[in-house]
């Protein structure tokens, strides 16, 4: 976590990037994950993201880890900032109807509204965990308490929308977040999931592999 940004920050091709910690449970979570950290990465194109996997720092990276999951994505729909910035304006704002997609949502919470924040943070996450389409979901951050994401992969566009519009107590923690305005800046980025690999030490992922043998037939 220390040293890795420095070396991510001489590779050529490379448009954004993020090494975040996260958080234990579902979602959000006061607490955190000791065991488990993400690594978020833009790349001008698909050459310069194929050579950074050969090099000798993301091989370290991987081969130092009990388990690892790398996700390949194509952003079709994205709004907001990171810390200033757009990282995924080549997005297409179109729907995207085919199976399995990807949700990263980050916010960076206002210091004088953590409390509010945090008290609604566990109705949410009971609620997203018993969701059938969501096939995986962890969250992530920058800074514990007030730079937060999550990331979630749905098995289709389509029952994610009716979670995230349709769910009552979710619709009620949305309204909240406009009224209350916990947020000084926030993004939200929707994927197609073109590609994943890696294995992992637990069941995690279960769900999630249980679809990819399903679709493969």
């Known amino acids: 976590m220390r040293l ?19 958080g234990s449970g579902e979602g959000f979570s006061l607490w955190p994950d000791w065991s488990t950290y993400a690594h978020l990465s833009v790349w001008e194109d698909d050459e310069a993201y194929q050579k950074w996997l050969k090099t ?13 999951m790398r996700f390949e ?16 304006v080549s997005a297409v704002e179109t729907e995207h109807n085919s199976a399995l997609m ?17 008290r609604n943070v566990p109705k949410v996450s009971r609620v997203i965990s018993q969701q059938n389409s969501m096939l995986f979901q962890k969250g992530v951050g920058e ?53 994943w690999e890696g294995h992992w030490p ?3 992922f279960q769900k999630l592999e249980e679809f990819k043998s399903i679709y493969a037939q």
């Open 4 to 22: 890795y940004p420095a070396l991510m920050a001489v590779e050529p091709g490379l448009a954004f990037f993020k090494m975040l910690g996260s």
């Open 56 to 68: 000798a720092a993301y091989q370290e990276f991987v081969g130092k880890s009990d388990g690892f």
């Open 73 to 88: 994505l194509a952003p079709y729909l994205s709004k907001g900032t990171w810390n200033g910035k757009k990282p995924f």
């Open 102 to 118: 990807a949700v990263l949502t980050r916010a960076s919470i206002r210091k004088r509204k953590l409390i509010s924040f945090w």
């Open 143 to 195: 800074w514990p308490l007030i730079e937060q994401a999550t990331f979630s992969i749905w098995d289709h566009d389509a029952a994610m929308r009716d979670f995230a519009y349709s769910q009552a107590e979710h619709r009620k923690v949305v309204q909240k977040t406009r009224r209350l305005n916990w947020y000084k800046e926030e993004q939200f980025t929707r994927f197609k999931v073109l590609n």
């Open 202 to 204: 637990d069941d995690k």
